[in-house]
């Protein structure tokens, strides 16, 4: 069991493309300690592929849009992105060569969705949002989950890998043993946190998993509380990385909670990473990024190690921000 679990940590670890670099201005992020900056309304993600999602968030809040839109039709973008190999249809597939996508949607009332290791998809967030409301369900997976979106009339694709993906997957395959590159950076699963000018919050969370998974594994990213959590009482949190060291923490739910009990979103990011490093069975081969804003509109980041970033978007401007790390 041991040995199948690092086999998937070294494998995801070993194999995730980067995506280009753009020209994002960049600004090392301030930590715990300094005075809180807030922005209301302002939109959060993860990654540089946070950037072009948040503007088009940010374009669906000044046309109108809820705060639910723009979570949601921001993370499409990247769910479109051909050049991603983290999230959507053009991902990496599993180690039998197949694209199986996870999506989780909330609404700061408590309202969610989410689809779990579900093909086909172009849209697993917005099948996600389907779910949360048309159906009494929280959670559809697998079969399930594609049946609906068909009987929805949702736009799907042919099961082929994208030309990036499937030269990846016949080059892992060629070979039996990984090195872990274990900074990673600027290419995972996308989470958006939202908070609208009136205090309403929602956030959505997007990923085709962790590349070479065993078939039918599921991350955090689907499992609310874990890849995502949003309450407009309190705040809303978001994470990336290797999931199972987030489910295990209950990561997102953790960093609501502690910023109910009086933290700040940076602290609750900072004591979130101390517990998953705490709990880590192979910290030497782990990366987690939390990402969470407060109702007020501060907002905080961690990881576990150096390589996280994320994306900002508020009145007054849009930046990319690296995060601070437990390793340094
Ligand atoms: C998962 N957290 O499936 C997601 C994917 C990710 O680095 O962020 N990978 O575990």
């Not at 995801?12 to 900056?37: D, H």
């Not at 309450?231 to 060291?245: C, F, H, P, R």
């Not at 509109?297 to 900002?312: L, V, Y």
Request: hydrophobic residues 40%.
């Amino acid at each position: 069991m041991e040995g199948r679990r690092k086999f998937i940590k070294l494998s995801v670890l070993s194999t995730i493309a980067s995506l280009p670099l753009t020209g994002y201005p960049k600004t090392p992020f301030a930590s715990s300690g300094n005075a809180p900056v807030q922005y209301k309304p302002q939109v959060l993600s993860t990654w540089n592929h946070g950037m072009p999602a948040n503007d088009k968030a940010w374009e669906v809040l000044g046309s109108g849009g809820t705060i639910l839109d723009a979570v949601e039709q921001g993370v499409m973008v990247t769910e479109n992105d051909l050049s991603n190999l983290s999230v959507g249809l053009q991902g990496l597939p599993d180690r039998e060569g197949i694209v199986t996508l996870d999506a989780s949607i909330m609404k700061g009332d408590g309202s969610c969705g989410a689809v779990a290791f579900v093909r086909q998809v172009k849209h697993p967030i917005s099948l996600a949002r389907k779910v949360m409301e048309k159906t009494p369900h929280v959670m559809i997976v697998g079969e399930g989950a594609r049946q609906f979106a068909l009987s929805e009339g949702m736009p799907m694709e042919a099961e082929t890998l994208s030309p990036n993906a499937k030269e990846a997957y016949d080059r892992w395959k060629e070979k039996a043993n990984y090195q872990p590159i274990i900074n990673i950076e600027n290419h995972d699963t996308i989470g958006m946190i939202g908070l609208d000018k009136d205090g309403s919050m929602a956030g959505s969370c997007t990923t085709s998993g962790l590349a070479y998974k065993m078939h039918g594994r599921v991350g955090d990213s689907p499992i609310i509380g874990a890849g995502l959590f949003v309450d407009d009482t309190v705040g809303a949190a978001t994470a990336t990385g290797l999931g199972e060291e987030v489910i295990r923490i209950c990561g997102a739910f953790l960093i609501v909670e502690l910023m109910r009990q009086g933290r700040t979103p940076q602290e609750a990011c900072e004591e979130a990473v101390k517990r998953a490093v705490a709990k880590s069975k192979d910290l030497e081969n782990t990366q987690i990024g939390f990402l969470a804003m407060n109702k007020e509109g501060s907002f905080g980041a961690h990881a576990i190690r150096p390589g996280f970033n994320f994306a900002q978007h508020h009145q007054n401007g849009r930046k990319l921000i690296d995060s601070g790390s437990w390793f340094k």
